[in-house]
């Protein structure tokens, strides 16, 4: 569960660089998978994901707010769930 103590205040500037997100022009199920889905599906549709991220021009921003916040679910800043939970992982044990 992401942790709402790490979000920033509710303030429109702290949030402002999502109105520029590649991803805003993609239906939003290209970044969060069902429940159910396993396998070569998944991997497509994360695919799919990251090539909207290659693209952003505010990718840096949205995968530091996903590390920060510790988001559980959707490819964020072009990284899945378990690619951001490594780097979180690997940044630990090398601080």
């Known amino acids: 569960m992401a942790s709402i103590a790490r979000l920033p205040m509710?303030?429109?500037e702290a949030y402002e660089w999502q109105y520029?997100?590649?991803c805003r022009e993609a239906d939003p199920e290209t970044f969060f998978s069902p429940e159910s889905e396993r396998g070569p599906r998944r991997h497509a549709r994360e695919h799919l994901a990251k090539t909207?991220?290659?693209r952003c021009t505010?990718?840096?921003q949205c995968l530091q707010h996903?590390?920060?916040v510790k988001e559980p679910y959707g490819v964020w800043?072009?990284?899945t769930?378990?690619?951001r939970a490594a780097?979180?992982?690997g940044e630990r044990s090398a601080g």
């Open 81 to 83: 769930t378990g690619e």
């Open 66 to 68: 996903a590390l920060k």
């Open 20 to 22: 520029e997100g590649a």
């Open 58 to 60: 505010v990718r840096d």
């Open 10 to 12: 509710p303030l429109m």
């Open 77 to 79: 800043g072009g990284l």
């Open 52 to 54: 909207y991220c290659a």
């Open 87 to 89: 780097l979180l992982t």
